[in-house]
């Protein structure tokens, strides 16, 4: 992958993407090794004066849920009105404890906690769109008004919600950058690849946590 160092300053602004415990092992859709990520997003928010968090959050018999669909199972993929979905295990239902962010993270400086996903009737993996890719969350309205003009991202998983927040980030004209050591993948039929390929055709590169410093 590209790799360039970053000096990070005004007009950047880290995101942290879902970095839940059921996303952590032991949890309903556990990313192997997701809970690497906690300690790596931890420093790495000490580069950044603004942080954003996000929190996959979804009301019971979610349609994304493989049991909200009659002989389905997890990590099949059904036809929506909106296109093609997988399905997964009961996850990130509000107000439980796999939908806690970690309890680790440790970001002072987040200014702003997005809920996603909690539409019954559609998912949302990026952080700016819902997966019909037009209803906004209003996340770009919010960093145009902060004037935000580039967006780290980090955290789970690196090949749904990151990627997805990472392409939809640079669509809407902010510069991006991943930071990929503060991420973890599922790797579901050659996603993980998938999204390294998204990456590179859009040109946003990705970086270690080690390649950033304070400046600027
Ligand atoms: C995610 C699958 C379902 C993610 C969320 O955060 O990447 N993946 N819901
Ligand atoms: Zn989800």
């Not at 539409?119 to 770009?140: C, K, V």
């Amino acid at each position: 992958m590209v790799s360039k160092p970053g000096q990070v300053g005004a007009g950047d602004l880290l995101l942290v993407v879902d970095v839940q415990n059921d996303f952590c092992p032991g949890g309903r859709l556990a990313v192997p090794d997701g809970d690497a990520v906690v300690p790596v997003v931890n420093s790495l928010a000490r580069h950044f004066e603004r942080a954003v968090l996000t929190q996959d959050w979804h009301p019971a018999g979610h349609s994304s849920f493989a049991s909200a669909h009659a002989g389905r199972q997890p990590f099949e993929t059904v036809a929506m009105a909106y296109g093609p979905q997988t399905l997964w295990p009961d996850h990130c239902v509000q107000n439980t404890a796999g939908a806690a962010l970690h309890p680790a993270l440790d970001i002072p400086n987040s200014q702003l906690l997005l809920r996603k996903g909690w539409d019954p009737a559609i998912d949302s993996y990026s952080a700016f769109f819902e997966n019909d890719r037009a209803t906004p969350t209003g996340l770009a309205g919010y960093l145009r008004e902060r004037a935000v003009t580039r967006v780290f991202v980090a955290g789970l998983a690196l090949d749904y919600c990151v990627r997805y927040t990472a392409e939809d980030a640079h669509a809407a004209g902010f510069e991006v950058v991943v930071v990929e050591d503060a991420c973890r993948a599922i790797d579901l039929g050659g996603s993980l690849d998938a999204a390294r390929r998204a990456f590179a055709a859009r040109g946003i590169p990705c970086v270690g946590a080690g390649d950033l410093s304070r400046g600027r």
